[in-house]
């Protein structure tokens, strides 16, 4: 998915290529796991499709529920809901910044190997580097 270090680094539009890429899956992970909450307030708190995405949307934007939970079953789900929209904040995180952080380590290494590269050549061909 990502070039090697041998490789030269992304242009800008490939990289902004990249960037919307990552950008498209990680809304889609939260759209899918918006859905899922409000699937869950649906069927174990008999919610409305306008509450269930607000619990839902809160829960994942960190804030927590809005209403009280009447039902074990909905205590429950909203726990573990609440656990899973934790990681979905971390992965969402990673997936935006991993292209980033890839192409600042890939740059310095490129640049990196490239000097490195250079004297050896000249090693193996006989020239000074005395210029």
């Known amino acids: 998915m990502y070039e090697h270090r041998s490789h030269p ?13 990552h950008f498209l899956i990680a809304i889609a992970f939260v759209g899918v796991s918006l859905g899922a909450g409000m699937i869950g307030y649906w069927y174990f708190e008999g919610k409305t499709p306008h509450d269930a995405f607000l619990n839902a949307a809160m829960l994942l934007g960190g804030m927590g529920p809005v209403g009280d939970l009447d039902t074990v079953g909905g205590k429950v789900f909203a726990g573990l809901y609440a656990l899973y929209a934790g990681l ?10 991993t292209p980033i ?10 640049n990196q190997s490239s000097e490195n590269v250079r004297p050896r050549r000249a090693a193996l061909s006989g020239e000074s580097r005395e210029d």
């Open 9 to 21: 680094p992304l242009t800008r539009g490939a990289f902004l290529l990249r960037m919307l890429c």
């Open 88 to 97: 979905v904040f971390l992965v969402v995180a990673a997936l935006l910044f």
């Open 101 to 110: 952080f890839h192409r600042v380590l890939h740059r310095f290494h490129w």
